[in-house]
Nanobody, 125 residues
Framework: VQLQASGGGLVQPGGSLRLSCAAS????????MAWFRQAPGKEREFVVG????????SYADSVKGRFTISRDNPKNTVYLQMNSLKPEDTAVYYC???????????????????WGQGTLVTVSS
């Protein structure tokens, strides 16, 4: 399984970015997907997850209403649209895959067996 995250960069506060995570080597529709992030000096944290079909999502309170996760199963890709970005959103963002069609989207790192390399998002004026 390979996950390739892209789309990070430098953006001003209040701006937007869209991250993408392209997956290969797996049956994409059998995996729940999630984005985690790790800010400098902090532990990695859950940001948002989406179930295998795209019908169920789960957001951390800190990003609810600003971030939107979506997936395109035929393209083996998951997206993270980030709007109204704040300096505290600065972090390396990782996409992760969890095999199986669970009834609840996990927020635990240990439940995700495959990880991308991360893409840096910097929110600064």
């Amino acid at each position: 399984v390979q996950l390739q995250a892209s789309g990070g960069g430098l953006v001003q506060p209040g701006g937007s970015l869209r991250l993408s995570c392209a997956a290969s080597g797996l049956t994409f529709g059998s995996y729940d997907m999630a984005w985690f992030r790790q800010a400098p000096g902090k532990e990695r944290e859950f940001v948002v997850g989406i179930n295998w079909s795209g019908g169920v999502t789960s957001y951390a309170d800190s990003v609810k209403g600003r971030f939107t996760i979506s997936r395109d199963n035929p393209k083996n890709t998951v997206y993270l649209q980030m709007n109204s970005l704040k300096p505290e959103d600065t972090a390396v963002y990782y996409c992760a895959a969890r095999y199986g069609r669970a009834s609840v989207i996990s927020r635990l790192e240990r439940d995700f067996g495959s990880w991308g390399q991360g893409t840096l998002v910097t929110v600064s004026s």
